[in-house]
């Protein structure tokens, strides 16, 4: 045969086989019982990003899902921050339903009903491993879950860089690890973190995306997904895969830097992909070919889609529902969606903002209301309202439909919580409800203050805390009510060693109207902490809430220092009380309880208290291994009982995790020039008198001089 004839011969049998193989079907949602369930929520991703959603992030692990299953373009949030997201994620509830209104101040109600505690009650094995703070276990995600891994890496307080926060590999792992070990049908959901800011992603992803960090943060979760997909097709049953963020971020759209104040498109539109990927058992021929799918959904309807898949008992009371039958028909009805964006208006007292989405037409209630065509104008940049007011009026009715209700006010938080929250941008404080707002309370009025509350962290973080201050100054003259700006200066001038400062600009904020639990909190603590005014520290402690534990806390230092040393352990036996696990109220027990041992003048009262003392103490690092002041405490009775070795070990590790334990500092220099060790001696001697505070270290720090300089 010539050349000629054997390749039409080959083009023959190639066509044949490509007429007898059977074509991949459109993937569909069939109801299956016996799959597995993997829930994958990548935090503040925008659906833009993805490269199979036209986004610049390289990301083939997601693009392969999506090409196998059903890729949703047009998928809304509910609310624009991590936990009142992932609660409705979760719960297939409204925030107003759940209850979960913003990160910091709020738990989920106890009995709520979870796709865990649904699943779990149908037999899967149920594991949630987290990548980040706001999702540990004291929100209360986890009834129904049989294994809750949010075990975060250890925090240095001393350095303003640590997040609570692990990176998604690690995550990954420990997702797979548990998955590898469940013998029967399994419900895992994994949260990854990296995409929120600040935007540090491994080496290769930064030199890859040099001028675009977040979309390098994207590109590596990507990478890191990529054995937790390959694991499922090692498995012998298929597993239901849905992929998902909780919100989006703006990267300077609108003015916004992050995310958390606005409800744009770029925070509340979010990527939504659900494929199976087939077990081990599965013929070639089951091989689904993707679809893409255009009509409005939501993130309500992913516990109804759930459920429905794999056999689950409905519930009719959840406002979402399944997408199956959208998925099999390519296309549906319009759902229309509520959306909120509630957190400066509980933080900061501004206007709150809520909204509703019908088709492509988006409505926003502001005191400058907004209307926005998204399919002629998907950036928003041409706000309707005015020109178009029946229109705006009809959106404005169908929110009506929704709870508009003012939302409760967040309750305290500990200050350990408040502080990651901060860390990672999240403003945090509560401020009181208001009957009207206007529109200087717009947020769209407002954005420059928080980009310049913003740039002040940035400036602070960076060590130019003259101009942070500058910054601040600005911003409470602009809005005298921003109490975070009062509690950010306060605090900039308390770690500059003034504390007179300090104190003044939190007196300032409550002449000036600023919401004030906590900047209460923050003045007492001041005050006692200072030892200028404990009296005062006592009477602006004692008029919070006897059961608010970060108030209690501050209220026990306060009457020890002023000497009323029978009122501060009960106190901090009351905080115990409300909450066993606070290292704190340990901590501040086991400091009063070591003074009353030192004033002792009957040696075996002395050496009973120095023994309960260090009961406390170890008790607070049980409840809190990061806690610096705890090894303060606990070298100091260490040095008191001889162990003078195990003294300088235990402030050294105080020094090491917060830079601020000025006592560690000195009493280290002491014990080290006392046993010889005078090379180390002299390295913490100027620390001390670099960083001290001079106003309440003045003596100190001469003294420390005086050994430095060799007199």
Known sequence: MSWGAVGALALAIIVAALLWWPRARPFVLEPQADQNVLLVTIDTLRADALSSYGGPAQ???????????????????HAVVTLPSHTTILTGRYPYEHGMRDNSGFRVKEGTATLATRLKAIGFSTGAFVGGFPLTKRFGLTPGFDAYDDQMPEMDVATSVSMPERRADLVVSRAGDWIGRQAGQFFAWVHVFDPHSPYTPPDEYRATYPTQPYYGEVAWVDHALGPLFDRLATLSRPTLVIVTADHGESLGDHGELTHGMFAYEATLRVPLIIARVAGTTASRASRSRGVV???????????????????????????????????RAGQGADRPAYFESMTYNLVRGWAPLRGVLAGKNKFIDLPIPELYDLAADPQEARNHAAEQPDRAQVMANLLRGYNVAPPARPGPEPVEVTA??????YVTGSAPARQTYTEADDPKRLVKVDQDLHTASELYRSGRVQDAIAMLDSVITRRPDTADAYIQLAYAYWEAGEPRAAIAT??????????????RIRLGIYLAESRTDSA???????????????????????????????????????????????????????????????????????????????????????????????????????????????????????????????????NLTILLVEAGRLNEAREYAQRFVATAPPALYRADIDQMRRYLSGG
């Open 420 to 425: 990651a929250l901060r860390s990672l941008g």
């Open 59 to 77: 990301t083939p692990n997601l693009d392969r899902l999506a090409a196998h299953g059903t890729r949703f373009t047009f998928a809304h949030s």
């Open 536 to 666: 005062r520290a006592i009477k602006v402690l004692e008029t919070l809430p006897t059961d608010d534990v970060e108030a209690l806390n501050g209220l026990g230092v306060a009457y020890g220092g002023a000497g009323r040393h029978a009122d501060a352990i009960r106190i901090f036996k009351r905080v115990l009380a409300l909450d066993p696990t606070n290292g704190l109220a340990y901590q501040n027990l086991a400091s009063i309880v070591l003074k009353e041992a030192r004033a002792a003048r009957n040696p075996s009262d002395r050496a009973r208290g120095l023994k309960e003392a260090e009961v406390l103490a170890r008790q607070a690092l049980d409840a809190d291994p990061d806690l610096a002041k705890a090894y303060t405490t606990l070298g100091v009775i260490l040095a008191e009982t001889g162990r003078k070795s195990d003294a300088i070990e235990s402030w050294k590790r105080a020094v090491a995790l917060d830079g601020s334990e000025f006592d560690a500092l000195y």
């Open 506 to 519: 939190l007196e300032k904020a409550l002449a000036n109207g600023a919401p004030d639990r906590d900047v």
């Open 293 to 327: 799918i255009d009509t409005p959904v939501r993130q309500i309807d992913i516990a109804p889609t759930v459920l429905d898949a794999v056999g689950g008992a409905a519930d009719d009371s959840l406002p979402g529902s399944s997408l199956r039958d959208v998925i």
